[in-house]
């Protein structure tokens, strides 16, 4: 009975995907001058797969110019010649096209591929006719030559001796190192899931968890009425719902490797396009974040360190005049903070020049003052629009970067700050929650309405005393912390409730801090700090100014999840303009 293999196609597809990024992360390494006998086994493991699993499929491009790869990675390892700075570009363009080329197949493309035709004539092309007519590349000499002599089929590598092996090339045999097996796969108990199978468990605990809360506030307001062995299982529910939440959010978790894996390649091609000399190091490579948020920091962050190189890291030339050594050096690292995950990016280069972020911020027409702090002047580097390039580049100059990491990051209901020495360097520090299904909330109420505040947002809350609160027109503006002049923010203006008439009482004050600006949010009631589960508005309803959210409390009430960010900037925007002015 014939095997269908149309099922196994999709498993291609992955593992495919991850021995591209193995050849390209091991590529890089052979960079840095780590050309041992393992680099280049991982790489000639990870051709051998690829080759083996598309000779199957019938995706001869593909199985044709991985034994092309193979082929060359087999002599090296075997010292004949030895990996150098063509070795690496060829690989990586390689791993471009073969990306390119994978996902052609995976939309279902079966034409011929021109991009993989120009790459199969580049590896087999001879070299200059100097060179001898054993060594096809001009690095290193080809171990096949003998072989060669006689006439190969069509489809190199396809030959009797090799079909036994490469049955199922994805499901490689060939003994991979520990490390990287461990890097791939995990353990040998793991399966491959469907990531909507997944989302789908985590939205069904997340209305388990709303039900429970339901039922726990039924039982709390009969009071002594309640039966005790029905407040205990209630109890024992609420217990094992919460374990079952963080069970389930756990499998949605991934190691920042899997951002952090892309950045040497990143780093290597900007650097080299800039003629800088730039050194990555990584750290917290196993801190974990919700799969979602992993792929979402990836865009802000590929901004973040293509400005670091772009205008924080000097030329050789320049470092060398600075006293600094010639290679500058980028470093991310990973952290968890409480419920949330740090993403430090810092370099070695330029530093900020305060004087020259002020002037171009006023000449593009932004508020700006020499009074500021040092953390309001960084913060110009994130309005839209804004750059201090000279020119356009493919690189710079349109001033869409640093927006748009406030934006995504801000979505993704996190903040972000920066620091900087001028001549030593800066640091971006982007904080975001380690999931977007599950909040830790400040339930605050204002008439009969009940609203939600990000606890990570919340700095302190207070009575302020009558004398602490200035008013501007008869409303008051102003409320004094400590010495420092907050402006406030009115829930009821934002929210636009109509009291009719109806004193609102002695006023409640939550300081809320967002990207180093702070406000003071009025409210009638603080009610109490809750975990709660997130329902989108985007993808339930559609997307609200000012509200991040919702959520179902316990009595079955849905409330607003504010969008702290956005009020607390444009309250900063309004207390800037009324300086200026």
Request: glycine share 8%.
């Amino acid at each position: 009975m014939p095997i269908d293999l149309n099922r196994f196609i999709a498993t291609f597809f992955d593992e495919a995907k991850e021995h591209l990024e193995t050849i390209e992360e091991q590529a890089m390494a052979l960079g840095s001058g780590r050309d041992d006998e393992e680099t280049l086994n991982s790489i000639f493991r990870a051709a051998h797969s690829i080759k083996g699993g598309s000779g199957t499929f019938g995706f001869t491009q593909l199985s044709e110019a991985t034994h092309e790869i193979e082929t060359l990675f087999d002599g090296l390892r075997k010292g004949k010649g030895r990996a150098d700075a063509a070795t690496v570009r060829l690989v990586l363009d390689c791993c471009d096209v073969f990306k390119s080329h994978v996902a052609r197949l995976k939309a279902g493309e079966r034409g011929n591929d021109p991009a993989m035709e120009a790459l199969r004539e580049r590896l087999t092309s001879p070299r200059a006719a100097e060179a001898p007519k054993e060594e096809k590349f001009g690095f290193f000499d080809d171990p096949m030559a003998a072989q060669k002599a006689e006439p190969e089929p069509k489809n190199p590598g396809r030959r009797k001796e090799d079909r036994k092996e490469e049955k199922f090339g994805f499901f490689d045999s060939d003994p991979a190192s520990p490390a990287e097996q461990n890097r791939r796969r995990g353990d040998t108990s793991s399966i491959r899931v469907g990531v909507d199978k997944i989302d789908r468990i985590v939205n069904l605990v997340g209305e388990l968890v709303i039900a429970q809360a339901m039922v726990q506030q039924s039982v709390a307001t009969q009071g002594s009425k309640a039966d005790e062995r029905l407040a205990h299982s209630v109890a024992t529910l609420d217990r094992n719902t919460r374990e079952l939440q963080q069970a389930v959010m756990s499998i949605r978790m991934m190691p920042m490797e899997f951002v952090f894996s892309r950045f040497p390649r990143l780093v290597y091609d900007v650097s080299a396009k800039l003629n800088k000399k730039v050194h990555l190091r990584t750290q917290g490579h196993e801190t974990e974040l919700d799969k979602e948020l992993i792929e979402q920091l990836v865009d802000p962050l590929t901004h973040v360190v293509r400005n670091a190189i772009d205008h924080g890291i000097e030329s050789p030339v320049e470092r060398v005049k600075a006293g600094k050594p010639e290679a500058g050096t980028i470093v991310m690292r990973a952290t968890h903070r409480g419920g949330s995950v740090v993403i430090v990016v810092s370099d070695d280069g330029r530093g900020l020049d305060r004087d020259r972020i002020v002037a171009k911020a006023r000449e593009l027409g932004i508020p700006a003052d020499d009074s500021w702090t040092d953390a309001q002047a960084w913060g110009l580097i994130f309005e839209a629009g804004f750059t201090t390039a000279k020119e356009v580049t493919a690189l710079s100059g349109r001033g869409v970067g640093m927006d748009v990491v406030r934006r995504n990051i801000t979505h993704m209901g996190g903040t972000v700050s920066v620091s900087s020495v001028k001549g030593e360097g800066t640091t971006i520090t982007l904080q975001v929650p380690l999931t977007l299904a599950v909040l830790d909330g400040m339930i605050v109420g204002v008439g009969d309405e009940q609203y939600i505040v990000p606890l990570e947002f919340v700095a302190e809350a207070f009575k302020p005393a009558p004398g602490d609160i200035r008013s501007i027109v008869g409303q008051p503006s102003l409320v004094a912390v400590r010495g420092e002049h907050l402006p406030i923010v009115r829930l009821d203006h934002l929210v636009q409730l109509d009291r009719h008439g109806a004193p609102a009482g002695e006023p409640i004050c939550l300081v809320v801090e967002v990207d180093s600006r702070r406000a003071a949010l009025l409210v009638d009631q603080l009610i109490g700090q809750q975990q709660l589960v997130v329902k989108s508005l985007d993808s339930n309803l559609h997307s609200v100014p000012g509200v991040a959210g919702a959520t179902i409390l316990g009595d079955g009430r849905v409330s607003l999840i504010l969008d702290v960010s956005t009020f607390t900037r444009s309250t900063a925007a309004r207390a800037t303009a009324r300086t200026a002015a």
